[in-house]
Antibody
């Protein structure tokens, strides 16, 4: 069974940093693109970042470029999102998602990031 | 960037058929995927590649895609189908992103 378990969310002040983690199991992690998708309170889904199987390609939504960094450790079956210079508008539930052929085939349960003073 | 447009809400009585649309420029040339999200839960893929269902998804869920509109159809709607539904396409032209519609709240009357 595919499992994705996020951790690392919490309350942080504007300008602060957080590192999210996603532990993957039940599939060959190194064979899949992976993504972070977020959902602000009461809002829709928004793609945040993608990373290729070997980490050689990374893509970000414009609003987080230069502030967020996606990475992965295939030996540990783990995905990460380093978030710096956090803003109130980054407040959201952050989901780790496995990428299938153009769709998100599996999702974690999400971790809540709240940016507030 | 590519824009997907969904109606904010759709209401249907139990046992009837719900149709949720997703509009986009020439969306019929793209593969469309649909997710169901219940309150407090993560999204779940219910239809992929326009009309295919993942294992475990009831046959009541079906999809179609043509021209400028894709449609998710839920037959014999049940109370448990009440949820938000999102359409999604993949934009591989630049940053390999998933593009989501704004979501549709399905209310079962």
């Amino acid at each position: 069974e595919v499992q994705l378990v996020e951790s690392g969310g919490g309350l942080v002040q504007p300008g602060g940093s957080l590192r999210l983690s996603c532990a993957a199991s039940g599939f060959t992690f190194s064979s899949y693109w992976m993504s972070w998708v977020r959902q602000a309170p009461g809002k829709g889904l928004e793609w945040v970042a993608n990373i290729k199987q070997d980490g050689s390609e990374k893509y970000y939504v414009d609003s987080v470029k230069g502030r967020f960094t996606i990475s992965r450790d295939n030996a540990k079956n783990s995905l990460y999102l380093q978030m710096n210079s956090l803003r109130a508008e980054d407040t959201a539930v952050y989901y780790c998602a496995r990428v299938g052929s153009g769709y998100y085939s599996s999702w974690g349960q999400g971790t809540l990031v709240t940016v507030s003073s | 960037s590519y824009v997907l447009t969904q109606p904010p809400s759709v209401s249907v009585a139990p046992g009837q058929t719900a149709r949720i649309t997703c509009g986009g420029n020439n969306i019929g040339s793209k593969s469309v995927h649909w997710y169901q999200q219940k309150p407090g839960q993560a999204p779940v893929l219910v239809v992929y590649d326009d009309s295919d269902r993942p294992s475990g998804i009831p046959e009541r869920f079906s999809g179609s895609n043509s021209g400028n509109t894709a449609t998710l159809t839920i037959s014999r709607v049940e109370a448990g189908d009440e949820a938000d539904y999102y359409c999604q396409v993949w934009d591989s032209s630049s940053d390999h992103r998933g593009v989501f519609g704004g979501g549709t709240k399905l209310t079962v009357l």
